[in-house]
């Protein structure tokens, strides 16, 4: 069992930068791969990135290449997704997600959090 908390949401202008932090508890948090998603206005959730249990593979939706990144600290059993450059189109709820064998599909996830709002506008 995982319980997962977020932080960091905000209200930041275009162009500007947010530090989300997804607090886990349980003994194996490095046991999970961590996923990012969010969840626009009238939209469905969608894939953001994700890492794996060890840190040293990422992948990442192509509308945040370049832009996010997503990084983890296993002592302090957190992951955090950096996010700079952002667009009025990022603003949504963002939720991390954790999973032994998760991917980029909602349903790889069992576990989440109950998200926090970015919203990106001047």
């Known amino acids: 069992q995982v319980q997962l908390v977020e932080s960091g949401g905000g209200l930041v202008q275009p162009g500007g930068s947010l530090r989300l932090s997804c607090a886990a508890s349980?003994?194996?948090?490095?046991?999970?791969?961590m996923g990012w998603f969010r969840q626009g206005p009238g939209k469905e959730r969608e894939f953001v990135g994700y890492?794996?249990?060890?840190?040293?593979?990422?992948s990442y939706a192509n509308f945040v290449k370049g832009r996010f990144t997503i990084s983890r600290d296993n002592a302090k059993t957190t992951v955090y997704l950096q996010m700079n450059s952002l667009k009025p189109d990022d603003t949504g709820v963002y939720y991390c997600?954790?999973?032994?064998?998760?991917?980029?599909?909602?349903?790889?996830?069992?576990?989440w959090g109950q998200g926090t709002q970015v919203t990106v506008s001047s």
């Open positions: 349980g003994r194996t948090f490095s046991s999970y791969v």
């Open positions: 890492i794996s249990a060890s840190g040293y593979t990422t």
């Open positions: 997600a954790a999973d032994t064998t998760g991917g980029i599909q909602v349903d790889e996830y069992a576990y």
